[in-house]
């Protein structure tokens, strides 16, 4: 017996029995299988074949491994000649988000030091520093109506890093989620001090649901610490430092227009 399925992350789909010879599945299997960060080809990434055996020991009977990878980044790393290993990391996280090796799952680990660059997040993928926020710092090139972090894929974690430099009045934060589900943002900070700040701390806006913004400090930015808008629901803010950001600017710790938190 052969089974097909298509699937995405974080999301339980019924295998189905198929037929070889005609590629056309009948009915469903007895049970869902959670196919989170699955796939099915070999250990460089290459999808080989869509049909999984079962080896007719029973309905349901398929194993399922992760194939998910851990990418490196550096301030010593080589974008063009680097392979995004320990040992011979990428420059720029952008660099590795764009690289094609880099599939939705995966992680990229940033290393010590400080990256001045925005980065668009445009895969569902994790990218969290490797010793914390105090070590890795991003800074933004692009100071005009632009993020630190621009995330706008779904299930997406930004994890350990300082950020500052988004300070364009309105639309740019340390780290923004633009329509973006189902994300994590945890034990960041977001604003340094007076001179090392954002317009915002973190964005939630354009219909951004069911994120989780936990265990972050946002502290000297010149206007909101969380902005939520746009009809940006069902999200949980929980366990945040938020202070002294404002600055005369009338802005305050968190502000939910037209949202449900």
């Given amino acids: 017996i052969f089974l097909f399925f298509f699937f995405k992350q974080k999301t339980a789909y019924e295998i189905k029995e198929c037929d070889w010879s ?7 299997l007895s049970s869902a299988v959670n196919c989170y960060y699955n796939y099915w080809g070999n250990i460089d990434s290459t999808t080989i074949d869509s049909h999984i055996y079962d080896n007719e020991e029973g309905k349901g009977e398929v194993y399922f491994s992760p194939w998910s990878k851990t990418h490196y980044v550096a301030t010593t790393g ?26 939705n799952g995966d992680t990229i680990i940033v290393k010590d030091g400080t990256y001045h660059e925005n980065v ?11 010793n914390g926020y105090l070590s890795t710092t991003v800074v933004a090139v692009n100071t005009s109506e632009d993020y630190v972090f621009e995330v706008v894929a779904d299930n997406v974690t930004i994890e350990g890093f300082t950020t500052y430099g988004a300070t ?5 934060s340390g780290i923004g989620l633009l329509g973006a589900n189902y994300c994590t943002i945890t034990n960041n900070r977001c604003g340094l001090d007076a001179t090392h700040q954002n317009w915002e701390a973190i964005t939630l806006r354009n219909n951004s649901d069911n994120n989780t913004i936990s265990n972050n400090i946002m502290s000297f930015n010149k206007c909101y610490g969380i902005n939520i808008r746009e009809g940006s ?24 227009c037209e949202n449900s938190v």
């Fill in 233 to 256: 629901n069902n999200n949980l803010i929980n366990n945040n430092q938020i202070n002294n950001n404002g600055g005369g600017n009338g802005g305050y710790g968190i502000q939910n």
């Fill in 22 to 28: 005609s590629d056309v599945c009948s009915s469903d």
């Fill in 120 to 130: 668009d997040v445009t895969k569902e993928i994790t990218i969290k520093s490797e």
């Fill in 168 to 172: 364009a009045v309105w639309n740019s």
């Fill in 78 to 103: 080589d974008d063009t000649n680097g392979n995004g290993t320990s040992t011979n990391p990428w420059l720029t996280i952008q660099g590795a988000i764009n690289n094609s090796s880099v599939v």
